[in-house]
């Protein structure tokens, strides 16, 4: 029962994947989401195919009204319009180990005494790196593609997060190859396809040429992060996630990966996945993010 849930949770992921990019001319977007539902079945698709392939080809929310930009809500397309992209605002120099943007900056990534950010996490990464602030104008957009529905506009956000992103610095200070992003439960994948965490991951991983591994999985159910303090946040991701590899892939496990989610905010999430990734082999591990609150 458990290998067919998370068949189906697989297969929600990669349907996000089609949704979220730029396919959008109805040969190539049919005939892409007619592959990822394929079945044993042959001769005519069934009904409940050809459905759903002219329901995924729509936006939830358009089915209603035109298509708005995501940030201002200017009629129109592109969904994020270019006043609403240059609005957006890229993390800045700060603490040399976190990167939050405080008054006194650690000189040495181990002393993070000056930062009060990294005071409170039991486990520090290596390096942490975030493309943007959230707040005002990258806020509404996030919280548009990710609880909203508008799933297109994720492709417009990664593309400008890869601009960001300073990556030649990342690479040459860290080293790591690997790649893995924070999964979703299986609840999460059914309620909301769009998982903009793995769609970042894999585009880093093409971009830059870095493998992408899903090395942890999460529990099905679970009580939402969103409203929680810091506190409550690790508390609940206690035992939430799981090694994903099986026994007969230990000799895989990379040594250095690049744990990848969408937003930062106390990083319980991301410190609760890298002590499982520590505890199974991995010796270093970097955090990246699409928006980080401060």
Known sequence: MLKIKES???????????????????GVFCD????????RT????????????????????????????LGCGKAGLPVICNSCLTELEPMKSGCRRCGYPTGSISIQPELTDSC?????????????HSAFIYRNT???IFVNIKFGGYWRGTAILIQEA??????????????????????ESFSSCLRRPCHPADLFARGLADRFGLKHMSLIKMGMFGKHQV??????RKTNMQHRFKWALRERRSKCIPDKVFL??????????????TKVLLRNGVKKVSWITLFRAI
């Open 8 to 26: 189906i949770a697989c297969r929600i992921r990669t349907i996000s994947d089609v949704v979220a990019g730029d396919c959008v001319e109805n």
């Open 32 to 39: 892409a989401v007619n592959s990822i539902l394929k079945t």
């Open 42 to 69: 042959r001769g005519l698709v069934p009904m409940w195919k050809r459905a759903l392939t002219k329901f995924i080809r729509y936006q939830p929310l358009w089915l209603c009204g035109e298509p708005v930009c």
């Open 116 to 128: 009060f950010w990294c005071r409170r996490l039991s486990v520090l990464p290596e390096a942490i």
């Open 138 to 140: 990258g806020a509404r």
């Open 162 to 183: 890869l601009e960001a992103l300073d990556w030649a610095f990342m690479k040459k200070r860290t080293g790591h190859e690997v790649i893995c992003s924070i999964p």
């Open 227 to 232: 409203g929680l303090d810091y506190e409550h």
């Open 260 to 273: 990848v989610d969408d937003v930062l905010t106390t990083g319980a999430t991301l410190e609760a996945a």
